[in-house]
């Protein structure tokens, strides 16, 4: 026995007929095949007894003899099909129990059933094997759309093609409406119709043909839905990122975790999602936008308001949950208190807040630019702050720029210059890191003035933190001096420890270029006592790093190297990337300069880091490499034909 199961538009009544047809041979006492019509969208499931007789009467049982009892007609089937070598497919089973009755139970006979839920219960005691069936690749639809459009027009229209298989999320159902849509319409080109796609609202009228409406096939198993599980179904389709965890489907019904659980067992049973990871689950596009279309319809404004509510509260209070954990000597913002029925974050340590920040970063990115588009402008600036700590790690320059502009439009849009400030701070040290210095500049001249109006001490010393980094980019040492040194005294007055390490740190930095060696120690020192304190290992790390370059620079060789290495322990500990290249890079320099090609090694790790993190200081640690002779045993040479 062979029981196929997939989500809905799949194919996999297409692939058992097919591939009944082309087994058929082996088969000659006949074959069987019945619709169980387990998702049908306006009749009950076929009953067991129904088949039965339908069955009985095609292998010749006249209407008079047939048994009134299930077990009798089961038993009468199994009979009369016992020595033959029978095929039966059971198409759109509903359940196990459904199935069950209607097999043969004897060697010879091959039966096929499909289903959208997975029928464990067969394989459990009928020894069935269980495949499940996924959308076509990429290959496969365009090779689908070719058997359609031919194989000239899909050449000519590749990208808009490829746009069309990925819109109708790969399924066999979908492409095959887009292909008679565009058959039935011969003057339409296929860009036309995969901007038709594009519109998420109207995807599912583009792919309405006849009785093959993609929104029709999905009907039929929302409907088999409890009350429960299909409200969930509905709100998923606020959902704008990829994959979600029970706690976001917790959210969205304002209900608790373990109910939301074991709803989400009954979507995905019926394949109306699927679980991709532990506690996480996804939805093809096709499948949100069915979502989406019944919350409009089926919830009111209101419900859906506050759906969408109680999920922006969970990401964001997650979020700064899990910034707390990167770096629990920072400040964040003062969140509001998270709307009734919001699930209550995990309890993070460092690695599993890492982790989670790298798993939801998509989703964060997602809720950021849905809570600026539906106007909620608190949670739009306030979620890419609480990432500052895993941005400023990781260097997602892209994500950490996208999210931070939305905020600084909702924060903007919402008179709230307290949000403005902070994000302009932070969008600053993306522009630096990137480069764009006079950007930069403009954006930490602004939140400096903003926060000097609010009288935001810690803010203004942050500002002109970022403005030291700045200057000391730009090689004005002296100014990154003065900055870091008011920056300091600022930290002071608050008492503000780790930010005053971290401003003590930057002016020892400036009198390390400057060449004041006896002061950048000082500094320096001071600042490793206070983050050790603090267990900064995020900054303790760059301090080490520049404590190094300094010992190295006073020509204290051996004093710097072992500075380099505890700078390595620390960054490789955390995760920081880009901190371990910047290591990597003072590490080549200081060997660099007794044995040049003894540097190469490290400058080769942190080139790879930092191609890999699409850093532009790259080029400057290749202008380093190409000053170096490779060493001939990194030479590949090819031997000529003379060669013994």
């Given at each position: 026995m062979l029981a196929l199961d997939g989500p809905a538009g799949v194919g996999k009544t297409a692939l058992a007929v097919s591939w009944a047809h082309h087994i058929r041979t082996q088969f000659p006492d006949g074959a069987l095949?019945?619709?169980?019509?387990?998702w049908a969208a306006n009749e009950d499931p076929a009953a067991s007894?129904?088949?039965?007789?339908?069955?009985?009467?095609?292998l010749g049982v006249a209407p008079a003899d047939l048994p009134p009892a299930l077990d009798r007609r089961a038993a009468l089937l199994r009979t009369r099909l016992a020595g033959t070598r029978t095929l039966i497919v059971l198409d759109n089973a509903s359940t196990t129990e459904q199935v069950r009755p209607l097999l043969p139970g004897i060697a010879g006979c091959l039966v096929i059933v499909t289903s959208r839920r997975r029928l464990s219960g067969l394989a459990m005691r009928e020894g069935a094997h269980l495949v499940s069936l996924g959308p076509l690749t990429a290959k496969?639809?365009?090779s689908l759309l070719r058997d359609t459009f031919g194989e000239q027009r899909v050449a000519r229209e590749s990208e808009a093609a490829e746009r069309i298989a990925a819109l109708c999320a790969y399924l066999p159902l979908a492409i095959r409406v887009a292909a008679e849509r565009v058959a039935a319409h011969p003057h339409l080109s296929l860009h036309e119709l995969a901007d038709e796609l594009s519109a998420v609202d109207k995807?599912?009228?583009?792919?309405?043909h006849e009785d093959e409406a993609v929104r029709a096939v999905f009907s039929w198993s929302y409907r088999a839905l409890s009350d429960g599980a299909a409200r969930l179904f509905r709100f998923l389709g606020l959902h704008a990122g990829a994959s979600f965890s029970e706690h976001v489907a917790a959210a969205l019904c304002g209900v608790p975790v373990d109910e939301a659980r074991r709803t989400l067992g009954e979507l995905a049973a019926v394949r109306l999602i699927e679980q991709v990871g532990h506690d996480r689950y996804g939805q093809h596009d096709l499948l949100g936008a069915y979502s989406m279309e019944r919350a409009r319809l089926e919830e009111s404004e209101g419900d859906r308001e506050s759906a969408s509510l109680r999920m922006l509260d969970w990401y964001l209070h997650a979020a700064a949950q899990a910034n707390d954990a990167l770096a629990p000597q920072y400040r964040n913002p003062s969140l509001n208190r998270p709307t009734p029925g919001t699930p209550a974050p995990p309890a993070f340590t460092y690695t599993t807040a890492l982790a989670w920040c790298d798993t939801e970063l998509g989703n964060l990115v997602a809720a950021t630019r849905l809570a600026h588009q539906r106007g909620h402008h608190t949670h739009a600036w306030q979620l890419p702050i609480v990432l500052w700590n895993f941005l400023s790690l990781r260097k997602h320059w892209a994500e950490w720029i996208s999210t931070h502009e939305a905020g600084l439009a909702a924060a903007r849009a919402g008179g709230d210059s307290f949000g403005e400030a902070w994000i302009l701070n932070n969008l600053a040290h993306a522009h630096r890191e990137r480069r764009r210095f006079d950007l930069a500049e403009n954006e930490l001249t602004a939140a400096l003035a903003l926060r000097r109006t609010l009288c935001?001490?810690?803010g203004e010393a942050w500002t002109l933190t970022g403005l030291g980094y700045l200057e000391g980019d730009r090689d004005d040492h002296d100014a990154a001096a003065k900055a870091f040194a008011e920056s300091a005294d600022v930290f002071r007055q608050v008492d503000d420890h780790p930010g005053e390490a971290v401003a003590v740190n930057?002016?020892?930095?400036?009198?390390?270029?400057?060449?004041?060696?006896?002061?950048?120690?000082?500094c320096f020192e001071h600042a490793l006592r206070i983050m050790r304190n603090a267990g900064d290992r995020y900054s303790e790390g760059y301090t080490l790093t520049k404590l190094g370059a300094t010992f190295d620079a006073m020509d204290r060789h051996e004093d710097a190297l072992a500075q380099f290495e505890l700078a390595l322990v620390a960054r490789r500990e955390i995760g920081?990337?880009?901190g371990e290249a910047e290591t990597l890079i003072a590490r080549g320099d200081a060997v660099g300069r007794c044995a040049p090609s003894g540097a190469r090694a490290s400058w080769v790790a942190a080139l790879a880091i930092l191609d890999e993190l699409d850093d532009p200081r790259a080029a400057d640690v290749r202008d380093r490499l190409g000053m170096v002779p490779v060493p001939r045993s990194a030479v590949s040479v090819t031997p000529s034909a003379s060669t013994p």
């Open positions: 095949f019945y619709d169980l019509r387990g007894s129904e088949v039965l007789e339908a069955f009985l009467r095609d496969e639809s365009l995807r599912l009228d583009a792919l309405s935001d001490l810690t930057g002016l020892g930095e400036a009198h390390r270029r400057l060449g004041r060696f006896t002061e950048a120690l000082t920081d990337r880009w």
